[in-house]
């Protein structure tokens, strides 16, 4: 066994290896096979899963290459997406785990997402990442 991840550290030298954008693709790959098996259609379904194995054929090709200033080029041009997605999909979950004792505000000025406690009435909610200061009525 040691042996194996000796010649496999030393075939990977040099390569790209796994970025944010191939955990993308291999997510994006499992999500669009699962779509396909819902069609009835199967020319439909057929398609979706080409696309589906092209997606993982690019991100093996990706993780295998040695052109490492455009694999890195092509994550930094994808990053602040997935950052987004991924954000969207954090503050989706807090919003839904914490409905009853939480509200979620945007700051007016800097868009920060802020929690403030659940109780009625007026609050005067300070953003902890400008300073801005704003009126809020919970009912």
Same mark, same amino acid.
């Given at each position: ?12 030298? #040099?390569?790209?290896? /796994?970025?944010? !954008?191939?955990?993308? $693709?291999?997510?994006? =790959?499992?999500?669009?096979? +699962? &779509? ?20 993982? #054929?690019?991100?093996? /090709?990706?993780? !295998?290459?040695?052109? $490492?200033?455009?694999? =890195?080029?092509?994550?930094? +041009? &994808? ?61």
């Amino acid at each position: 066994m040691r042996n194996f991840l000796y010649k496999f550290s030393n075939f990977m030298q #040099g390569r790209n290896g /796994f970025d944010e !954008l191939n955990g993308a $693709l291999i997510v994006l =790959s499992l999500i669009v096979s +699962i &779509v396909a098996r819902c069609f009835w259609n199967w020319r439909v379904s057929l398609i979706l899963q080409f696309v589906s194995l092209a997606l993982l #054929g690019w991100a093996v /090709f990706r993780f !295998l290459s040695t052109n $490492l200033y455009r694999r =890195s080029a092509e994550n930094r +041009i &994808v990053k602040p997406v997935i950052g987004g997605v991924v954000g969207w999909f954090k503050l989706t979950y807090k919003r839904l785990r914490d409905g009853r004792t939480h509200r979620y505000y945007k700051c007016p000025k800097c868009k920060a997402q802020l929690r403030v406690k659940n109780i009625k009435g007026k609050h005067t909610i300070r953003c902890p990442k400008c300073g801005n200061k704003f009126e809020k009525t919970i009912r």
